[in-house]
């Protein structure tokens, strides 16, 4: 079973989101927060799998929160789940620690997905934050062309068989590169891939 919590300020979109959620046999919403700080406590009192987090909510947002929780070594996977999709808003949250980031009209089958992605340790990050990445500036690229597509495959998010069909090579290649990436960012799974790779301007 996947737990999960839900931050968000209105009480309809948590209502939505609960309702998609529960449908599945294997994730179970555990608490709901409507505010920063809050969506703080009911992580450390419930230690959910994965944190749905909106980014702004009156009495504190999402970033300050991710950054909360990941100043503290919170374990969860954070998914940032908004209405905003400007440049400035990705980076912050990936940059404060977030692992994935979709809107609000992400169709619901791709947030179940995405729920279940982050839970196995796979990033998940829409188009638009995917472009935002990609337009980063940033040093030299320290990553093999083939290389940086991989880390743009994981931040896809989805299985590694999924992904080396995606790049048209074996799943074993696909490792191997993997292996790689993870060697040369001093790194040991997907989401910190790519948080890494981010930070360093790689993609």
């Known amino acids: 079973m996947i737990t999960v919590v839900i931050a968000d300020d209105h009480p309809l979109v948590r209502d939505g989101i609960v309702a998609i959620l529960t449908r599945e046999d294997d994730l179970d919403v555990v608490a709901q927060a409507a505010s920063g700080p809050e969506a703080v406590a009911m992580v450390a009192h419930h230690d959910p799998d994965v ?3 909106d980014l702004r909510m009156p009495g504190g947002d999402g ?8 100043a503290s070594g919170a374990r969860q996977r954070i998914l940032v789940l908004t209405t ?7 980076r912050a ?20 997905r995405a729920v279940r992605d982050l839970a196995a340790g796979r990033p998940v990050l829409s188009a638009s934050a995917l472009a935002a990445l990609a337009g980063r500036g940033g040093p030299a690229v320290a990553l093999t062309a083939r290389e ?3 880390v743009r495959e994981l931040a896809a998010g989805g299985t590694n068989r ?10 074993t290649t696909f490792k191997t590169h993997l292996s790689r990436v993870y060697e040369k960012l001093g790194v040991s799974d997907r989401a910190a891939a790519v948080r890494v790779a981010y930070e360093r ?3």
């Open 51 to 53: 944190v749905l987090m």
């Open 63 to 70: 970033v300050d929160a991710i950054r909360t929780l990941r």
């Open 84 to 90: 905003y999709d400007t440049d400035h808003d990705i």
């Open 93 to 112: 949250a990936l940059a404060a620690g977030a692992d994935g980031y979709l809107l609000k009209d992400t169709p619901r089958a791709d947030l179940i």
């Open 148 to 150: 940086a597509d991989v």
């Open 162 to 171: 999924e992904a080396a069909a995606r790049l048209h090579v074996s799943e």
């Open 201 to 203: 301007g790689l993609i």
